[in-house]
């Protein structure tokens, strides 16, 4: 979503008109080139061989500036991208901790890229990261601070309805509505909110866990809430539409975010329009950023103090509320279009140096 609002951000008239390519990976039912909202997307590769089809397409066409995003893997545009462009690298966080799941040879390959390699091959690149957290993990790295801009992620306010201004929908049923939205994935630890949900739901019955995303790890989770005894609690919505995505979080009573790491977390945004407090981990290092803690949400060290928290905020409705409405205040304080506006100067002053370098 990020690079998809500053692509159509840059394409826009106000963002300058260019010629923006968005390239891609393949996914079921994708068509390999696609124009939309002013972009060009163009699809080649899968997980892994997106990489090779991005080089070799890198090194047939050429761009003023190239956005290499590395996510844990660059794409080495500084290497393959024909005429040696300038080229910012976009990354929202450091895998240290999600590596693991790739396996014990790609992720040892995959750590090693990212802590040693490319911090090497980029050693003269600017960076661009989501949230100071993810800064000072760069920093961690060996990239100079002064190469690295935050520019962080805007929010897309859900269409105003007249009859509800404040966004919200009740469960008329009176059940209390958890939420989570995620990608299915394991490093973020869903599991963990449907531990949650189990811990309360003797104090809290009719207590509901929606889970908004999908992902390879659906089925593992669904066992989890199965081998639990609480699957009839927790609703699996898949991936929805914008318009059902808003409706879902403006019911929900709390957002649960578990995550082992974010560089951001945009979930926490889009919960905060609707007034829902975020409960995550303060290990997750870019909700450090998106959550104030004590004031939007509430930060935790462990899953127990998680279940904890998440029992004092449904026995305090006020304590909510307090939470939600300073969550709603601050999410309405970033928009795409900042977002778009940081962006289209950074290059601009990058090719513009570029130039007159080359003179």
């Known amino acids: 979503m ?3 609002r500053v692509a159509e951000h840059l394409a826009s008239p106000g963002g300058g008109g260019h010629d923006v390519t968005f390239r891609t990976a393949r996914y079921p039912g994708s068509a390999p080139v696609e124009h939309r909202d002013g972009v060009t ?5 899968g997980q892994l061989s997106v990489y090779p089809r991005a080089w070799w397409y890198m090194c047939r066409n050429r761009f003023d500036v190239v956005v290499d995003t590395q996510n ?3 794409f080495f545009a500084r290497i393959f991208a024909a005429g040696r462009p300038p080229v910012v690298l976009l990354t929202h966080h450091c895998h240290r901790e999600q590596w693991p799941v790739a ?20 050693r003269h690149t600017p960076y661009v990261t989501v949230s100071q957290p993810s800064a000072g993990d760069l920093v961690d790295l060996g990239v100079d601070r002064d190469r690295i801009t935050v520019i962080r992620n805007g929010v897309d306010s859900p269409a105003p309805d007249n009859t509800n201004p404040d966004n919200t929908t009740p469960d008329v049923t009176g059940r209390t509505h958890l939420v989570t939205l995620s990608r299915l994935v394991p490093h973020k630890q869903i599991e963990h909110a449907v531990h949650a949900l189990s811990a309360v739901l003797p104090d809290h019955p009719g207590t509901v866990l929606d889970v908004i995303g999908d992902g390879w790890w659906s089925e593992n989770l669904r066992r989890c809430a199965a081998d639990l005894g609480v699957a009839g609690s927790v609703i699996f919505h898949g991936h929805v539409t914008e318009a059902m995505k808003h409706r879902i979080l403006a019911r929900a009573d709390v957002h649960l975010l578990p995550s082992r790491k974010e560089g951001w977390g945009l979930a926490v945004i889009e919960a905060g329009l609707h007034g829902v407090p975020t409960l995550g981990y303060s290990s997750s290092a870019g909700l450090r950023d998106s959550v104030v803690d004590g004031r939007t949400g509430i930060l935790v060290d462990s899953e127990g103090d998680l279940i904890t928290a998440l029992g004092g905020l449904l026995d305090n409705p006020a304590r909510r509320r307090e939470l939600g409405d300073a969550a709603r205040a601050r999410a309405l304080s970033f928009s795409w279009d900042a977002t778009g506006k940081a962006w289209q100067k950074l290059l601009a002053d990058l090719v513009r140096e570029s130039r007159h370098s080359t003179r």
């Open 72 to 74: 844990g893997v660059p």
């Open 103 to 122: 396996g014990p040879l790609l992720s040892r390959i995959g750590w090693f890229t990212e802590s040693r390699l490319s911090p090497l091959v980029h």
């Open 41 to 45: 997307y163009v699809r080649g590769g």
């Open 2 to 4: 990020y690079l998809e």
